[in-house]
């Protein structure tokens, strides 16, 4: 069975500071990792994903994450926060099973930034 | 850019009554998903759609639940007989393909169900 573990309900972050939205997961053979990012009364946003190769991947509106396989980790960063960036974010797993592919996703990180 | 899109944006219906909720993929995409979010909790997969059939399912997407791909580009969840529990916002997603590059999935921006 796969899972994805986000230990932070919350994160807050001064506008312009780095951020982290921390991801970890279980999955047998490859795992096939993406983050996700709802606005409020809106849909999941896709914002990037790693399939293999550079375990620093990059994506939508600046941000980026970083695969470590011996920690299982996938955390979130961008180096300079931006208030338009609140929003709850998800991490989800996929493990090719050559059927369904379904992602199973983390419970939510809401990221607030101040100003 | 194209979308994957959904109607209605919310539906209220009584307990018992059976609902449809629909999804127009991205139009060059193969495999289909519904999703489905319950006030506050995590996003939970429901069921997975390719070639005209169901390819996997999950535990929450028992009988009363069922999918369809009536024509070329709508993809339908029906709900029989809701019930209270079953409020929540429906994702409908959509993907190129199963393996990679194509294997991210798309999402719509959801229907409310709220059932009373």
């Known amino acids: 069975a796969q899972s994805v573990a986000q230990p932070e309900d919350q994160v807050n972050v001064a506008e312009g500071n780095p951020l982290t939205v921390k991801c970890t997961y279980s999955?047998?053979?490859?795992?096939?990792l993406f983050w996700y990012v709802q606005y409020p009364n809106r849909g999941l946003q896709f914002l990037l994903k790693?399939?293999?190769?550079?375990?620093l991947v990059k994506g939508s509106y600046g941000f980026e994450a970083e695969f470590n396989k011996s920690q299982t980790s996938f955390h979130l960063k961008k180096p300079s926060a931006l208030v338009s960036d609140s929003a709850l974010y998800f991490c989800?797993?996929?493990?090719?099973?050559?059927?369904?592919?379904?992602?199973?996703f983390g419970t939510g990180t809401q990221l607030k930034v101040e100003l | 850019e194209p979308e994957v899109t959904q109607t209605p944006s919310h539906q209220v219906t009584q307990m018992g009554q059976e609902v449809i909720l629909r999804c127009v993929p991205i139009?060059?995409?193969?495999?289909f998903y519904w999703y489905r979010q319950i006030l506050g909790q995590k996003v939970e997969f429901l069921v997975s759609?390719?070639?005209?059939?169901?390819?996997?399912k999950s535990e929450i997407f028992d009988d009363q639940f069922s999918v369809e791909r009536p024509d070329g580009s709508n993809f339908t969840l029906k709900i029989r007989s809701t019930k209270l529990e079953d409020s929540a916002m429906y994702f409908c997603a959509s993907s190129e393909k199963a393996g990679p590059p194509g294997t991210e999935a798309f999402f719509g921006q959801g229907t409310r169900l709220t059932v009373v």
């Open positions: 989800a797993v996929r493990a090719f099973t050559g059927g369904g592919n379904k992602l199973t």
């Open positions: 759609f390719y070639n005209n059939e169901i390819s996997e």
């Open positions: 139009s060059n995409h193969l495999y």
């Open positions: 999955v047998s053979g490859n795992p096939y």
């Open positions: 790693y399939i293999t190769g550079d375990n």
